[in-house]
């Protein structure tokens, strides 16, 4: 199995909701990553996963929560979010050590916040 | 602060052209240049390219690595309008592991 899998595959949601977005892979990867897509734009490293612990936070406002209950699953949970955070959101995973640095990402949520 | 840009930013060709994406780059600790291909959704892995002057090649692609003059070139031959997307060069390198740095990209159009 070499897919990530990432839902919900589109999410609309409003500034004070709360939700989470959901992404696993089953490749025995121990490093996961989020990423945000704005059109037209590369990814933006949000949070890097090592072993279940968070090992990057790239200065993410704290309305973005990651977590990572295991070594298979990483979630991003969201809270009272602004219209700007509208975009794609990538999750990818990658096996650790020295060489290994091609990511696998996942399809992407679409997240419309109105 | 490790830097990619690609060029041309974009690139209009039509089927059975020969493509060349260009990606130069500075970096303080290199440890890998990789390519990406993005059609609608998720980044596909295309090549990780460690070593100077050695091709990897894909069916008709191909890419290679300068270490001396920080460049690399993504080669597309007989393109297919299937090989329209946005080319990623991604550097994997810094302090930080796990941590890449994205160029803006190159879009591809093939037309028929």
């Known amino acids: 199995d070499t897919e990530v899998t990432q839902t919900p595959k589109h999410l609309v949601m409003g500034m004070t909701n709360k939700k989470s977005l959901k992404c696993e892979q089953h490749?025995?990867?121990?490093?996961m990553y989020w990423y945000k897509q704005k059109a037209k734009k590369p990814p933006e490293l949000m949070f890097v996963?090592?072993?279940?612990?968070?090992?990057i936070n790239e200065s993410v406002p704290s309305r973005f929560s990651p977590e990572c209950p295991n070594s298979s699953l990483l979630n991003l949970h969201l809270h009272a979010l602004q219209p700007e955070d509208s975009a794609l959101y990538l999750c990818?995973?990658?096996?650790?050590?020295?060489?290994?640095?091609?990511?696998?990402f996942g399809p992407g949520t679409r997240l419309t916040v109105t | 602060e490790d830097k990619v840009v690609q060029s041309p930013l974009s690139l209009v060709v039509h089927e059975g052209d020969t493509v060349t994406l260009n990606c130069s780059y500075e970096?303080?600790?290199?440890?890998?240049l990789l390519w990406y291909k993005q059609e609608k959704k998720a980044p596909t892995f295309l090549f990780m390219l460690?070593?100077?002057?050695i091709e990897k090649k894909s069916g008709r692609l191909s890419s290679i690595l300068d270490k001396k003059e920080l460049f690399s070139i993504l080669n597309i031959t007989a393109t297919q309008t299937g090989d329209s997307a946005v080319y990623l060069c991604?550097?994997?390198?810094?302090?930080?592991?796990?941590?890449?740095?994205f160029g803006q990209g190159t879009i591809l159009t093939v037309h028929p």
């Open positions: 991604v550097l994997a390198g810094g302090t930080s592991y796990g941590k890449l740095t």
């Open positions: 490749m025995g990867h121990r490093a």
């Open positions: 460690t070593s100077s002057g």
């Open positions: 970096v303080t600790n290199f440890r890998s």
């Open positions: 990818a995973s990658s096996q650790t050590g020295t060489g290994n640095y091609e990511q696998y």
């Open positions: 996963y090592s072993y279940e612990k968070l090992s």
